[in-house]
């Protein structure tokens, strides 16, 4: 390759990189159009090309497996699958089985690998954040980049720690380009952190940031508002006091909000003393 040719293709990779197309579909490249099958001609020229089989939204195969993915789901029939699947899970283990085998979410398929929880499934108080970013991507663990070693920091503030809490996310794979969820790929995970939240049963909830609390308490103001207050999560018939508060990645733009956080962390720290 010239030298020209490889100034070329590295600005490609930057280009590629800035507009957040950082994750790759195979090890090897696939012209699909070279692959798709000739068509006879037909009388009407713009008949749409048959669409791709509708698979269930469950897989049988790992990730890595997969040929081409399935045809998505319409947005309600996702919905309706994620909640059927999530409902079958009897544990944190078969929830997790299912979830590695279910199709429904698009962001699957980008993902490197399912980011499902961490920490002590055991554990009094349960952290739910938004969405895996590349570290936790790669690792498979939530918050275990920048924005998670500040967490673990607050968490040793008021004597905790991983193998203390649990934590996870609304939704258990990356955003390509760490873009935020969409409302649809929320309502799709949706059903599966509440089962996980329901199956962990902690004796309270954190939301860390604005989504976590908007999706899991349904309050639609602002995190500087509401943080801070205890409210209340509806798992099945059980009652447990959910706290939103700063996500860490936030506190990381804004050092002074720390101060806030601190107030919360304390809060904490007094609920559990009880
Ligand atoms: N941000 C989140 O919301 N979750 C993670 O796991 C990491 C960063």
């Given at each position: 390759m010239t030298a020209q040719k490889q100034q070329a293709a590295r600005d490609l990779l930057v280009f590629y990189g800035e507009a957040g197309?950082?994750?790759?579909?195979?090890?090897t490249p696939v012209d699909r159009l070279a692959a798709a099958e000739p068509r006879a001609p037909q009388a009407d020229a713009f008949d749409p090309p048959a669409a791709p089989a509708r698979k269930s939204a469950?897989?049988?195969?790992?990730?890595?497996?997969?040929a081409a993915p399935a045809a998505p789901l319409p947005p309600e029939e996702a919905v309706m699958a994620a909640r059927e699947a999530a409902r079958k899970a009897e544990s944190l283990e078969e929830l997790r089985a299912i979830l590695e085998r279910f199709?429904?979410?698009?962001l699957r398929a980008t993902a490197k690998r399912l980011v499902f929880a961490d920490g002590n499934?055991?554990?009094?108080v349960m952290f739910v954040g938004e969405a895996p970013g590349r570290e936790e991507d790669i690792e498979?663990?939530?918050?275990?980049g920048r924005s998670g070693k500040l967490l673990d920091l607050m968490l040793a503030a008021i004597g905790l720690d991983r193998s203390k809490v649990y934590i996870a996310n609304i939704v258990p794979w990356r955003p390509p380009g760490n873009r935020d969820p969409s409302l649809h790929e929320t309502a799709i995970c949706l059903p599966f952190i509440q089962r996980q939240i329901e199956l962990v049963n902690p004796d309270i909830l954190i939301c860390l940031g604005k989504p976590s609390m908007a999706t899991?308490?349904?309050?639609?103001?602002?995190i500087r508002k509401m943080r801070g207050r205890w409210l209340v999560y509806k798992a099945g018939d059980r009652e447990i006091p959910a706290m939103p508060t700063f996500h860490p990645a936030y506190l990381l733009r804004s050092p002074l909000e720390k101060r806030l956080a601190w107030r919360d962390f304390l809060s904490v720290k007094k609920v559990l003393a009880r």
């Open positions: 197309v950082d994750a790759v579909l195979g090890e469950m897989h049988d195969s790992a990730p890595a497996q997969r199709e429904g979410c698009a499934p055991k554990a009094r498979g663990r939530p918050f275990v899991l308490l349904g309050v639609s103001e602002g």
